[in-house]
């Protein structure tokens, strides 16, 4: 079974900087695409960032292109979401997930509990 921890969120003023970070379990982390996603209250969750299995592909929400940066570490099993520029829009909380293939498209396979990002104004 796959697991992915979250960690990482906290409070952070508007214009401050965040990275949440997503320690998965197992030994085929690298073989699979990671995204990160998000989910405000009442709202439905929504994509944020994608990566291939390699890292040599991303995909970002046209609402954090240029300001959010998703990366992995396949050594340490972790996929990172740096966040700069945050606004107060940004609040929400973050999920990680896995694909179920190398490329960051469709509906994922895994989830991960969740860490929460607030941004104050």
């Known amino acids: 079974q796959v697991q992915l921890v979250e960690s990482g969120g906290g409070l952070v003023q508007a214009g401050g900087s965040l990275r949440v970070s997503c320690a998965a379990s197992?030994?085929?982390?690298?073989?699979?695409?990671m995204g990160w996603f998000r989910q405000a209250p009442g709202k439905e969750r929504e994509f944020v960032a994608g990566i291939s299995w390699r890292g040599g592909s991303t995909r970002y929400a046209d609402s954090v292109k240029g300001r959010f940066t998703i990366s992995r570490d396949n050594a340490k099993n972790t996929v990172y979401l740096q966040m700069n520029s945050l606004k107060p829009e940004d609040t929400a909380a973050y999920y990680c997930?896995?694909?179920?293939?190398?490329?960051?498209?469709?509906?994922?396979?895994?989830w991960g509990q969740g860490t929460q990002v607030t941004v104050s104004s």
């Open positions: 997930a896995r694909y179920p293939g190398i490329i960051p498209e469709g509906g994922a396979s895994y």
């Open positions: 197992g030994r085929t982390f690298g073989a699979y695409a």
